[in-house]
């Protein structure tokens, strides 16, 4: 359904595409929902609903106006004007059709307690997510606090520390929407957060959780220290716990005369030392965490809530700052003024800067060790200028450790009494990587295991390692990284970043729009891995994806099976106008980089092959020394008959073995019960990876794999080397270690 023009979307109605028209969040609400996770029911007051709101109001013009003179690193200008943008959003009257839409929403969802929440369309990305920057208000009740609530959240797009981020990355103002998710509440017994992957070390066998009583704003907030455990991500068996004392937990207000929803209430003394959640709970939300790392094919920081035996999701997004290496430091050998918890690795030196409130942040100089009780978002700016961050309470999923890990600063938090303790301008040293403090200015005794690792993210291998990835975002970030360049560059991302079909866009004449989007996503791969190549999959949308493009329910049928259905190849070759404006795209970028090549994804016969082959071609883009032509191999047919596809001539085949594997197996990926028999390491999956590299290394082709496989299996990964593979494409958070495996694998074969 089209819901750009929508003010209310249920989460049922929403994927992860739909950040266009209702933000990160809701779009992680969304995408759960229909995964079957458990997430409480909401619905979504969209980024369309905003907009008309700024527009009837007539309030753009004003703000601008109000920004006009800021300069973002004076804070108490920053928070001056931000006060006074706020203010004019909420004394804008929302029009009475949008209070009615809302408040019939409230009514649909049963009214009662709801949490509301802010979505922008530019936060819970990879590397483009400061925690904490807008609102959200839990226990909302009546029809009119929801739409109050609703218009607060807006207000909050303009917090100063959101200001000050959107000017820090470059985001108009004004091209940053904000959707509103409204949810039942949950009255968390207890609640917490949780990584798919140590967040300190970015040890992906490892899955750690923080739990605390009460809701979970306590934690994230970093007003209470959490108990953490850490599980083993294979067999789901816990390697440690650390139990925390909670002295006070936040929830539900039962003070009618206070005005404020939420309170901090006392916990009985016999219950405060104790484990927040037993062991089966612990697997049982490790357990959700792996699925949820699995369908979103990448590692997830999630919120989870407790209440009675149910176990909720109410919030997920990509995990930032991946290190490409999870080896451990070594510690330093001195003794310790401060021990807490590694919230963010390195080590680092400088003067104390104790700050007690976000008022005096403009106190924290460039090499400053900034010092406080905890974080809140409206320190970020100082956090920028720190060389390290320490505070008195605070898990590692607490904000002040969060922003440290995306900024690349140490961090130790949780070190109890920090701002008694330590005193202003003297020197400390700050040891990230095992929470611990030492004063004066030490050095990490350089042994020969970490000369090991420091060498170890300059391996080179024989065998290309490429990376997945799909935002534009990253492209600057993961460039930076020991990678060869991009094995597969999704282009769905970018085409629901547009929000429109294709097709729909050609019919009303902006073909031309729709090219220069594309471009505008591809040049930005291009340009960062330049010359390292980039290869960019086309489109492979089904038609359910395709549907929820505005327009998309002119041009796509209803299938009972878009995974079977009209998708890849089959489209190019049927709808050649709509494909001709990628191929514009992709020869625009061309005439700036030449690194770009290109891929056919799903290509069920070789005459879809030979076809789509021939319209590149007559469209200027013929094979040649600096343009490589690839194609997908990751349906059955693609085995059976490969050297009949090698010979229409193209350069390199890509294994997509997550398809390959459901189609071999006719397993359906998504399915949680099947999922321990979707296994790529299935001898008739394993057979089939076998003859696809081997075949294309008799005939000259080069190979690829770009499916999850060898970031999940080293074994396999050791089998594809000694194939012959050409390369190994994937996600982002394993360059590093696959990187090694390969190394080890090369090793072992020249010893042979």
Request: aromatic letters at 6%; proline letters at 4%; glycine letters at 6%.
């Amino acid at each position: 359904m089209q819901k750009s023009n929508k003010n209310i979307a249920w989460f049922k109605e929403v994927t992860k595409d739909d950040i266009p028209s209702v933000g990160g969040k809701g779009a992680n609400l969304g995408e759960m929902t229909r995964a079957n996770i458990p997430v409480p029911p909401g619905f979504i007051v969209t980024v369309n609903a905003y907009n008309g709101f700024l527009k009837k109001a007539n309030i753009t013009a004003k703000i601008r106006t109000l920004l006009k003179p800021l300069d973002p690193n004076k804070s108490k200008q920053l928070q001056q004007i931000a006060s006074e943008i706020k203010k004019v959003i909420m004394e804008s009257s929302i029009s009475p059709e949008l209070a009615s839409e809302i408040k019939q929403a409230y009514k649909e969802l049963g009214l009662g307690l709801v949490a509301v929440r802010s979505s922008a369309t530019a936060e819970d990305l990879p590397e483009a997510s400061f925690a904490g920057q807008q609102s959200t208000y839990l226990n909302i009740q009546g029809e009119d606090a929801v739409v109050e609530a609703v218009q607060k959240c807006w207000a909050s797009l303009f917090e100063s520390r959101a200001i000050y981020y959107r000017i820090q990355h470059g985001f108009d103002h004004f091209k940053v929407g904000i959707a509103v998710p409204v949810q039942r509440m949950i009255p968390s017994q207890t609640s917490g957060v949780m990584f798919t992957i140590e967040p300190v070390t970015s040890d992906s066998e490892k899955i750690i959780i923080e739990a605390i009583y009460g809701l979970g704003e306590g934690l994230v907030s970093g007003e209470v220290t959490p108990d953490l455990y850490i599980v083993n991500k294979k067999d789901f068996s816990i390697i440690s716990k650390m139990i925390s004392q909670q002295k006070h937990q936040l929830s539900l207000n039962s003070d009618v005369a206070n005005k404020d929803n939420n309170a901090w209430h006392p916990i009985p003394v016999q219950a405060q030392e104790k484990q927040k959640i037993s062991d089966d709970d612990i697997i049982r939300i490790a357990r959700l965490g792996q699925h949820l790392e699995e369908h979103y094919q990448f590692p997830q920081d999630v919120e989870w809530a407790k209440t009675g035996d149910d176990i909720y999701i109410v919030q997920t997004r990509p995990v930032t700052a991946i290190k490409e290496t999870a080896e451990e430091e070594p510690e330093i050998e001195a003794t310790a003024i401060l021990v807490g918890v590694s919230a963010s690795p390195g080590l680092a030196s400088g003067p104390v800067k104790i700050i007690h409130d976000a008022s005096e942040i403009d106190r924290v100089l460039d090499g400053d060790i900034l010092v406080a009780d905890m974080t809140t978002p409206d320190f970020v700016p100082a956090m920028k200028r720190a060389a390290a961050i320490v505070t008195d309470r605070g898990g590692r999923t607490a904000h002040a450790a969060i922003v440290s890990r995306e900024l690349g600063i140490p961090c130790v938090v949780g070190a109890d009494k920090a701002t008694t303790k330590l005193s202003n301008k003297k020197i400390i040293t700050v040891d990230g990587s095992h929470g611990k403090v030492y004063k004066g200015k030490v050095a990490r005794r350089i042994t020969t295991t970490l000369m090991t690792n420091i060498l170890k993210e300059s391996i080179a291998t024989k065998t290309k390692v490429y990376v997945n990835l799909a935002q534009p975002e990253l492209a600057d970030r993961i460039a930076a990284r020991n990678v060869d360049g991009v094995g597969l560059l999704r282009a769905e991302f970018m085409v629901a970043q547009i929000g429109e079909h294709p097709s729909y866009m050609l019919k009303e004449n902006r073909g031309d729009e729709f090219i220069d989007k594309l471009y505008t996503g591809l040049v930005t791969f291009a340009k960062a891995f330049n010359p390292r190549p980039v290869v960019y999959r086309t489109t492979d949308f089904k038609t359910n994806e395709y549907r929820e493009l505005i327009g998309g329910q002119e041009f796509e049928e209803v299938e009972e099976n878009p995974m079977l259905g009209y998708r890849g190849a089959s489209r190019y070759i049927t709808d050649i106008a709509t494909f001709k404006l990628e191929i514009e795209a992709i020869k625009k970028v061309r005439k700036e980089y030449k690194n770009l090549w290109v891929m056919i994804p799903f290509v069920r016969t070789v005459a879809e092959l030979r076809q789509t082959k021939e319209i590149l071609e007559a469209e200027g883009l013929k094979r040649s020394d600096d343009f490589k032509l690839w194609m997908m191999v990751e349906v059955p047919s693609n085995i059976f008959i490969l050297e009949k596809f090698l010979e229409v001539g193209i350069d390199g085949i890509s294994i997509g073995s997550n398809d390959l594997t459901q189609l071999t197996l006719g397993i359906d990926r998504d399915s949680a019960r099947l999922a321990t028999t979707f296994d790529e390491r299935n001898e008739a999956v394993v057979t089939a990876l076998e003859r696809a590299i081997k075949v294309s290394k008799s005939m000259g082709v080069t190979s690829s794999i770009c499916g999850q496989a060898p970031s999940d299996y080293p074994e396999l990964t050791e089998q594809l080397v000694s194939w012959g593979i050409t390369s190994v494409s994937v996600n982002p958070d394993v360059i590093g270690s696959v990187r090694a495996i390969i190394a080890k694998a090369e090793a072992k074969l020249k010893t042979k």
